[in-house]
């Protein structure tokens, strides 16, 4: 991503609480305005399948695993059969309290996730992906 | 009983042999027999509950030894055992060894010889089925419980980290009304959190506990289970109506039966359409020929077809409304199966959901 991008941000996860703790730590980190929550993985999906971003942004997907109806790596998995054109203008991080192997390891083959973040979401580990 | 006898294939090729052990045994046991290998596997096809086989060594296509290992392949159940006389004793202790077979019969046999043989095979046999019945449902424990293990780990982390991460946002607030917002959310995880660790203990209770049967009166169940759920203002702006019409003594375990509305009822108040001005939960009890029927309705949002078949599989959630745990329902149903009851439910999206549950009274049921 270029220095130069205006920053989005992307938040799914089911819990509320958690949506709301991203939100506003995105919001002060001062790096950017647009933060858009998703309490349902589907709802993200259609979003970013129509939305029309603006030229020179960047959006940063945060995504929990496990959700209802559509968890982490469905989404992960149908985000990644989008056209190129569309991915092109995401970065994709999860974030999820599992401490399971499993779903360490699931992350790490998915090559449009770059990072799997602990939970909580601190400011800390925010910087560390705005860096 | 004539079906608890032990059922025993005999396979020789003289014909002779065969009528002298059938007439020997057949009071004991239900003898097949067979005078050659072809005739063998028809029975063993045809009857899955053979137990025990006794094979002659010397027969002119196969030896019993050939036989014995060609055939476990396909039946590995049956207890094997070798009929042969004093010359072959090599290719026996070979076939012993080798695992192929289970004991050997001296020729010529004695009743006793043959009778105690089959008696051991048959023990053997039945271990064996019980060893393998245990084994399948240990291996579904296992499974359960490392799908439980999973899920419990997130379902129990994710509330409190939720809240760590609150507490540190939090820290940074100055204003009382962000702050005052923020606490709400906290405490809705913390409930969470507990509400989830309240059906982790009832499906222990469920999973461990003895049935309980004594007299049930519904009236008193509907008063306990609705006054937990008004103080926790629970019935704020929902139009609840309870009707119990019950004349005669009900058996049943009211552990059970109160998990089973407690769930019912915490669903149909929890899975409310927010905008509806209307809400209401109904629940209609009818006691007759000794047997319950629980109808629980909403005017919720209701349950969409493709989900209804998986909603009482455990830590499935259909919705990301609300704070569902992914237990109620799989424990309603664990309840149901304890008591042979029954539940159907009838739902349609942003209209509501009717569940009816149907218990029979401990007369009707299984214990």
């Keep these: 991503m270029e220095q130069t991008d205006k920053l989005n941000f992307i938040v799914i996860d089911d819990s509320k609480l958690d949506c709301f703790i991203a939100e506003k730590i995105i919001r002060n980190s001062g790096k950017t305005d647009t933060v858009r929550s998703f309490l349902q993985a589907k709802e993200a999906l259609e979003y970013i399948g129509v939305a029309q971003p603006e030229e020179d942004t960047h959006t940063i997907i945060l995504v929990d695993i496990q959700m209802p109806v559509m968890n982490g790596f469905e989404f992960v998995e149908a ?14 991080y999860v974030v999820s309290s599992s401490i399971n192997d499993n779903d360490l390891h699931r992350v790490q083959n998915y090559s449009t996730v770059k990072q799997f973040i602990n939970k909580p979401l601190t400011s800390n580990n925010l910087a560390s992906i705005l860096e | 009983m004539a079906q608890d006898k032990i059922k025993v294939l005999y396979i020789d090729d003289e014909q002779n042999n065969l009528n002298g052990f059938k007439a020997t045994f057949r009071f004991d046991y ?18 899955a509950e ?14 019993g030894v050939q036989f014995f290992e060609e055939m476990r392949e396909q039946y590995p159940d049956p207890i094997r055992m070798l009929i042969t006389g004093y010359t072959d004793i090599e290719s026996v202790i070979d076939a012993v060894n080798r695992g192929h077979i289970f004991r050997y019969i001296k020729k010529p046999w004695t009743d006793t010889d043959v009778r105690s043989a089959i008696e051991e095979a048959n023990k053997f046999y039945v271990t064996n089925s019980m060893l393998a019945a245990k084994n399948t449902e ?13 899920s419990v780990t997130h379902d129990l982390r994710g509330p409190l980290l939720s809240v760590i991460g609150a507490l540190d946002v939090a820290k940074t607030m100055d204003n009382i009304a962000e702050i005052r917002e923020i606490l709400g959310m906290m405490d809705a995880a913390v409930k969470k959190l507990d509400e989830f660790i309240k059906n982790t203990h009832e499906y222990y209770n469920l999973k461990r506990g003895k049935l309980v049967f004594e007299e049930i009166d519904f009236n008193n169940i509907i008063a306990d289970t609705t006054a937990i759920f008004r103080i926790a203002g629970r019935m704020d702006n929902v139009r609840y109506t309870a ?101 159907e439910v009838d739902s349609v999206v942003n209209e509501g959901t009717t569940f009816k549950v149907t218990i029979p009274g401990k007369a009707n049921g299984t214990n």
């Design chain 1, 79 to 92: 985000f990644e059969a989008l056209p190129y054109d569309i991915r092109k203008n995401y970065t994709v």
């Design chain 2, 30 to 47: 239900t003898i097949f027999i067979a005078v050659n290998i072809e005739q063998a596997y028809e029975h063993l096809q045809k009857n």
């Design chain 2, 50 to 63: 053979i137990s025990v086989i006794l094979c002659d060594q010397r027969m002119p296509d196969k030896t």
């Design chain 2, 138 to 150: 240990l291996q579904s424990a296992y499974d359960e419980l490392g799908k439980f293990a999973y």
């Design chain 2, 243 to 343: 009707h119990v019409s019950q004349n005669d003594v009900f058996l049943s375990d009211e552990i059970s039966i109160k998990i089973i509305l407690n769930n019912l009822l915490s669903n149909a108040f929890k899975f409310q359409r927010k905008t509806a001005s209307d809400k209401f939960v109904d629940v209609d009890i009818k006691v007759e020929n000794d047997s319950a029927i629980i109808l629980v309705k909403d005017n919720g949002i209701g349950i969409h077809e493709s989900h209804i078949n998986n909603i009482f599989t455990m830590f499935y959630r259909a919705t990301s409304e609300e704070s569902g745990s992914g237990f109620g329902l799989y424990n309603v149903k664990d309840a149901l199966t304890k008591l042979n009851g029954i539940i």
